[in-house]
Each structure stands twice: as structure tokens, then as C-alpha cells.
């Protein structure tokens, strides 16, 4: 099956540093998206960017489809930012695995002040 | 704004019993996944639904594991008997349609004694 890896596991940050989250995936994909998990679990939806730049206030991605890489920028980081941040990608095809997410590990972050 | 709505958000049981766990999508949402996460990975899909459909239930464990959407809008988990290895967080997600984006729901935080 599809190989997502997100780098670096464990990010500790002072507070209004800024910082580069990466994802490698091993396939082709149909679709990447990533989220934010806070403290109560909840993951929230920050980017769905199969391909491409977003940017949302603070936050940006970028992903390079045919290099098979995404990277996720937090700018001017704040407590808040605090939390695991995992990227998750739907293989392309309609193959075994196909019209699902498969996440990566997750990368912690933490922002103090 | 709507969201993905579980209940309940906590249930601790004893090993042996059977335990629900009960989500509805955001409306319009034919796309249904219920995902698990262990302590310290990314979720897992166990099973996705397409309206009242099964696409993929390949990663339920069916001995103990039952899922069903009968009429395409809400849907219940249940696990039957529980095991203690079954202590984990339940998701549910939902999506417009196939490849599209998923949004998650806060979560069953299921603890086995």
C-alpha cells in the first residue's frame, strides 16, 4: 500500500518562530489533505490541496504532486498552534486502498511561550 | 457551519460486553468512513460507506466488528465483545462523494477494562 511519511516527528518552538512541516508519499494520489489534531482529538481540516499553493491566514501549503511531496508552513507560530499535525492521502486508481485516506504518523508540535 | 456529529464522546466498558458508537454526517454527505486511532498514530479506515453501501470494510474485524448506514444517512458501530486491545479513538468522517474532502467528527474515546 501507498507510504506516507511526515517529518520532523516532534517540533518544539518559541512562540512567534516560524516553521516547515513535510510529507513524502510514495504514490500517485487522487487527493492530500491536512489536519490539525488538538488536545481533545478533534482533527481539523486545513488544507485539501492535491496539488499546488493555499494559504490561510497564518498557515500555507504546498504540494508538488510529481515529486510526491506536500510541506505545511506555519508562520508567526502561537500556543494555540500547539497539537499533532498529520497529513493523510488518497491513493490514485481505483485499486485496493483506493477512495480512502492513509495518514502519515503525525508531527507534535509544540509552541511555548 | 455543519459538522460530523458522534455520540458518545466517552465509554468506558469491560472487556466481553458489546458497545454502539453513533454518528450522523453533515447533511448532503453520501460518503461515510469510520476510522480508528491508537495512542500515538494516525487513524485507520475501518470501514467506508457509500450511501447505504459498503466500499470497503476490508480492515473490519468482522469476528467482533459489525457497521451499518440502512438508510444512507446515519450510521452505528458496534463491537461485540470487546477486547481490551479495542481501546482506542472511533471517528467518523464524511464527505460529499467519493474523493472528495473528508470531515471528521470529534470522536468515541472507547477504554477497556
Known amino acids: 500500500g501507498i507510504q506516507v511519511e511526515q517529518s520532523p516527528p516532534d517540533l518544539i518552538l518559541q512562540e512567534g518562530a516560524n516553521s516547515t512541516l513535510r510529507c513524502n508519499f510514495s504514490?500517485?494520489?487522487?487527493?492530500l489533505q491536512w489536519f490539525h489534531q488538538n488536545p481533545w482529538g478533534q482533527l481539523i481540516n486545513l488544507f485539501y490541496?492535491?496539488?499546488g499553493t493555499k494559504q490561510n491566514g497564518r498557515l500555507s501549503a504546498t504540494t508538488v504532486a510529481t515529486e510526491r511531496y506536500s510541506l505545511l508552513y506555519i508562520s508567526s507560530s502561537q500556543t494555540t498552534d500547539s497539537g499533532v499535525y498529520f497529513c493523510?492521502?488518497?491513493?490514485?486508481?481505483?485499486?485496493?486502498?483506493?477512495?480512502?485516506?492513509?495518514f502519515g504518523k503525525g508531527t507534535k508540535l509544540s509552541v511555548i511561550p | 457551519e455543519a459538522e460530523v456529529a458522534q455520540s458518545p464522546r466517552y465509554k468506558i466498558t469491560e472487556k466481553s460486553q458489546a458497545v454502539a458508537f453513533w454518528c450522523d454526517p453533515i447533511?448532503?454527505?453520501?460518503?461515510l468512513y469510520w476510522y480508528r486511532q491508537i495512542l500515538g498514530q494516525g487513524p485507520e479506515l475501518l470501514v467506508q460507506?457509500?450511501?447505504?453501501?459498503?466500499?470497503?470494510d476490508s480492515q473490519l474485524p468482522k469476528d467482533r466488528f459489525s457497521a451499518e448506514r440502512l438508510k444512507g444517512v446515519d450510521s452505528t458501530l458496534k463491537i461485540q465483545p470487546a477486547e481490551l486491545g479495542d481501546s482506542a479513538m472511533y471517528l467518523c468522517?464524511?464527505?460529499?462523494?467519493?474523493?472528495?474532502?473528508?470531515?471528521f467528527g470529534p470522536g468515541t474515546r472507547l477504554t477497556v477494562t
Open positions: 468522517a464524511s464527505s460529499l462523494a467519493l474523493s472528495y474532502e473528508q470531515y
Open positions: 504514490d500517485s494520489v487522487n487527493n
Open positions: 490541496i492535491p496539488s
Open positions: 493523510a492521502v488518497e491513493l490514485r486508481g481505483s485499486g485496493a486502498g483506493s477512495y480512502q485516506l492513509t
Open positions: 447533511s448532503g454527505h453520501a460518503t
Open positions: 460507506f457509500q450511501d447505504e453501501s459498503v466500499v470497503d
